[in-house]
Structures are given as structure tokens and as C-alpha cells.
């Protein structure tokens, strides 16, 4: 195996398989006493939504609250003492840092990892925890692809090894035990796997087995609609490089997909789903689909007040994604949770895109008159009532008869907003509506 001066990537040779059951199987053995089996949990609520029975793989109770512990540790676990001694490089989010700073630590290995300045507090000071003193944090950059690239100008400049984030096969083989231990507890092959992809380590890892097991296991892929990286490779044939990305789903926001996901994805025959499209899911097939950031954030509010369970956005992914999905009745469901490293503190963020994607929260720009009363009238004539005044910002200018007021509404009920509008379009009042996705309404949220 090679490594790709530009990407850091392992290549294999032409011909050679992208990762192999062996492999996967010898991670297990070799991450045993470091992860821990976490539990198949059955999901009474997604099951009864969904009419299947849907099962949730807790990989938010791992060692470091993600999986990304047992693909930087396997990597790391078969360095040899030349490599480890020129100290490891990696680039993440957020977890796969600290399964490198926990892995750094364990092994008494010196480490610098680059993540993004987007990355949580909360994580950063989980990184620092599991490395200790091992480990020195360097944030760089709005992006994954961002921090990576530093990364490896630092791998280039001081010769340290390179321990990838998901485009290594000893990471993919430590992620891929996920498979393993889902077909251990489930006592069979699952119908349908449901995967998050970011960078698509952990999809061809468990892609990989859980198909070996069963040629007609079916395999869903979720990116977030803001990073759709493997859907955009397998139209285009091969890895590209996004212009922009969202990064609120900062776990999963990656510009260029792995070759090593991409590979398995395309062998495959991977069909695409884009939009917000709602089919079932075929025995033996692998979907690789999109969901909206205010769904995962949907999906991380249901799973906290109702399961109790605290996701982070790419945890939820995989969860998210039942909404589209149409399964047979009785089919046997899996979804990875995949992390629980959370700050608290973006929750405000999280209601607000939950609200906005279920419909319930509005912005407007209202041009008030100068007068007494304006804002009465406004109140009674046009608002419903169940709807909500949740912001205001009033801008009154001198010499004017109106001023502009940002005016955010929120509702009892999707379906109000038609009558909304049309009580606003009845009033003496001027009524703009932001709509999502303009750049006022970027330059809003």
C-alpha cells in the first residue's frame, strides 16, 4: 500500500479489493480490550412510526462517544516503532481526534491534531481530555478538507505519520466491526443497514460485512444535503470536490468523499436518491440518500425527549432518514448512532432549524407606519391564535412615514401559514416573507 501525496489516502494496488472481511476481523480481535460492544437498543417509538423494527446500534456510548475510536486505534495499533516514534498527524471534526488522542495516550505516542475553528468546545476539551499531554490541538480553517490540508503540509514538513480519518483501510477494517457486533446481537443479517457517511469509512466498513453476510442485506447511505459528497461522486464517477458545504452537521460536512467509500459505493451499483424522495427500500440494494439539516436536528430533539438519548447532528443522521424511507412491515431495521459529542450550547441553534424545517417558524420584513397603534393593529388583525411574536427588531428612521420591522413569527400549526399570508396580504401593512435559502435569510440565520 501506497499513500497519495495529495490526499493522504492509502491506495491499494490496481485490482486489489477495497477492504476485505479478513480484515474487519482482525480489528476485532485487535480492538477487543479497548471498545466496548455497545448495545443494540430496540426503538419502540421509530418502530411503531415506521411499521418495522427498528433498532438503534449505540455507538454515542462508546469509549469516546463515537465510533471513531476503533478506526484510529486499529490504524494506529499496527504502526510500527519507527512510525510511532516520528509522532501521528491527524486531521478531524472532532471525534476522530479523540480516538486518536485516546489511542495517543494508551500507546504513549505524541500526536498534533488539526481541526477546524467550527469545531465544538465541547469536543476540543474531550480531545484534550483523552490525550493529555500527549496530544497538541491545532485549530485551522472553516472545514474538514481545511484542517486536513494543513495536516498534511505538517506530515510533508516533519515527516510524522498520517493516521486518516476514514480513508485508510485499517480505519475503515476498526470501523467495520460495527458490522460484526450488529450481526452478533441481531442473531442474523438485518434487512436494512442505515449508515451516516461523512467521509464514508464507517459505510465501507460495514457496507463490507454486512453484505458478506447476506447478498441481499440492504445498505442505506445518509449524507447531510449540505455535504452530499458520495452521492455527487457516484454521479460524476469518481471523488470531486464540493464548491461549498454546510458544516452545522460537522461530523458528516466533508468537500471530498474517500476512494475507499467511493470504491465500495460504485461496486456496489449504488443508486442515488436526492430530495426529499420517499420509496422502499429493495432487498439487496445500496441507497445512498440526503437529508435536510432541519430534519437532523428534528431527529436529535425527538431522540433526546423522547428516548433520552443525546445525539450530536452526524449522530442522528441515520435516524433522521426513517422519515424518507418506506420499509416493508415487519423489516428488520438498524441505524447507527454514531456519536453523542454535543455542546449544549448549539441547541438554540438546533430548535431553530427544527422549527424552520417542520414549517413553524416564519421571518418577515414589515414596513410599520410612524404612528400610535401600528404594532396593536398588527397583533390583532394579523396574527392567529396560536402564532407567536419571536423576534422583533424595529429600525424607526427619521423623515419617514414607515419603518422596517424583522418580525419572527412562529406557529401553532404548519398548515396556518396560508392564512397567515393571507390575513398579512389583507392588512394596509407591506409584508415580505424571507424564504429559506435567500441570502437574506443566510445572512438572517
Known amino acids: 500500500m501506497t499513500a497519495d501525496a495529495t490526499t493522504g489516502a492509502t491506495q491499494r494496488p490496481n485490482g486489489a479489493a477495497a477492504l476485505t472481511v479478513a480484515e474487519i476481523l482482525a480489528a476485532r480481535e485487535r480492538l477487543a480490550h479497548v471498545v466496548i460492544t455497545t448495545p443494540l437498543q430496540y426503538a419502540e417509538r421509530l418502530s411503531r412510526e415506521t411499521g418495522a423494527r427498528v433498532y438503534l446500534k449505540r455507538e454515542d456510548l462508546q469509549v469516546v462517544r463515537?465510533?471513531?475510536?476503533?478506526?484510529?486505534?486499529?490504524?494506529?495499533?499496527?504502526?510500527?516503532?519507527?512510525?510511532?516514534?516520528?509522532?501521528?498527524?491527524?486531521?478531524?471534526?472532532?471525534?476522530?481526534?479523540?480516538?486518536?488522542?485516546?489511542?495517543?495516550?494508551?500507546?504513549?505516542?505524541?500526536?498534533?491534531?488539526?481541526?477546524?475553528?467550527?469545531?465544538?468546545?465541547?469536543?476540543?476539551d474531550r480531545i484534550r481530555a483523552h490525550g493529555g499531554a500527549f496530544v497538541e490541538l491545532i485549530a485551522t480553517g472553516e472545514t474538514y478538507d481545511a484542517a486536513a490540508a494543513a495536516a498534511q503540509e505538517d506530515v510533508a514538513r516533519t515527516g510524522a505519520t498520517w493516521v486518516h480519518a476514514?480513508?485508510?483501510?485499517?480505519?475503515?477494517?476498526?470501523?467495520?466491526?460495527?458490522?460484526?457486533?450488529?450481526?452478533e446481537q441481531l442473531g442474523g443479517v438485518p434487512d436494512v443497514t442505515v449508515v451516516p457517511v461523512g467521509g464514508?469509512?464507517?459505510?465501507?466498513?460495514?457496507?463490507?460485512?454486512?453484505?458478506?453476510?447476506?447478498?441481499?442485506?440492504?445498505?442505506?447511505?445518509?449524507?447531510?444535503?449540505?455535504?452530499?459528497?458520495?452521492?455527487?461522486?457516484l454521479v460524476a464517477g469518481g471523488p470531486v470536490d464540493l464548491a461549498t458545504i454546510d458544516s452545522f452537521v460537522d461530523g458528516a460536512a466533508v468537500k471530498r468523499i474517500g476512494r475507499l467509500g467511493y470504491e465500495v459505493a460504485a461496486a456496489a451499483g449504488a443508486q442515488v436518491w436526492s430530495g426529499t424522495r420517499?420509496?422502499?427500500?429493495?432487498?439487496?440494494?445500496?441507497?445512498?440518500?440526503?437529508?435536510?439539516?432541519?430534519?437532523?436536528?428534528?431527529?436529535?430533539?425527538?431522540?433526546?425527549?423522547?428516548?433520552?438519548?443525546?445525539?450530536?447532528?452526524?449522530?442522528?443522521?441515520?435516524?433522521?432518514?426513517?422519515?424518507?424511507?418506506?420499509?416493508?412491515?415487519?423489516?428488520?431495521?438498524?441505524?447507527?448512532?454514531?456519536?453523542?459529542?454535543?455542546d449544549v450550547s448549539r441547541y438554540t441553534e438546533v430548535i431553530e432549524r427544527s422549527l424552520v424545517h417542520k414549517g413553524l417558524k416564519h421571518y418577515f420584513l414589515v414596513d410599520f407606519p410612524q404612528e400610535p397603534g401600528a404594532l396593536r393593529r398588527f397583533l390583532d388583525e394579523v396574527l392567529g391564535p396560536d402564532d407567536d411574536v419571536t423576534l422583533f427588531e424595529y429600525v424607526k428612521r427619521n423623515n419617514r412615514e414607515?419603518?422596517?420591522?424583522?418580525?419572527?413569527?412562529?406557529?401553532?400549526?404548519?398548515?396556518?401559514?396560508?392564512?397567515?399570508?393571507?390575513?398579512?396580504?389583507?392588512?394596509?401593512?407591506?409584508?415580505?416573507?424571507?424564504?429559506p435559502g435567500s441570502p437574506a435569510y443566510r445572512y438572517l440565520t
Do not use: W
Open 66 to 124: 463515537s465510533y471513531k475510536i476503533r478506526g484510529a486505534y486499529n490504524l494506529m495499533a499496527q504502526l510500527t516503532d519507527a512510525e510511532k516514534a516520528a509522532g501521528v498527524v491527524a486531521a478531524s471534526a472532532g471525534n476522530h481526534a479523540q480516538g486518536v488522542a485516546f489511542a495517543c495516550r494508551a500507546m504513549e505516542v505524541r500526536g498534533r491534531i488539526y481541526i477546524p475553528t467550527t469545531t465544538p468546545r465541547q469536543k476540543r
Open 166 to 183: 476514514f480513508d485508510d483501510p485499517r480505519t475503515t477494517a476498526g470501523q467495520g466491526t460495527i458490522g460484526v457486533e450488529i450481526v
Open 200 to 233: 464514508a469509512g464507517c459505510f465501507a466498513g460495514v457496507h463490507t460485512y454486512v453484505r458478506s453476510q447476506s447478498p441481499s442485506a440492504t445498505i442505506v447511505g445518509v449524507e447531510p444535503s449540505g455535504a452530499p459528497s458520495l452521492a455527487r461522486a
Open 278 to 342: 420517499s420509496a422502499r427500500v429493495g432487498p439487496g440494494v445500496t441507497v445512498i440518500m440526503e437529508v435536510d439539516e432541519g430534519a437532523v436536528c428534528t431527529a436529535m430533539l425527538d431522540l433526546y425527549q423522547n428516548e433520552g438519548v443525546i445525539a450530536e447532528p452526524a449522530g442522528a443522521l441515520a435516524v433522521a432518514a426513517l422519515r424518507q424511507l418506506d420499509f416493508a412491515p415487519g423489516a428488520t431495521v438498524v441505524c447507527l448512532l454514531s456519536g453523542g459529542n454535543n
Open 402 to 435: 414607515t419603518g422596517e420591522a424583522l418580525v419572527g413569527v412562529e406557529l401553532g400549526r404548519a398548515e396556518d401559514l396560508g392564512a397567515l399570508l393571507d390575513r398579512m396580504e389583507r392588512s394596509r401593512l407591506h409584508c415580505e416573507r424571507l424564504e
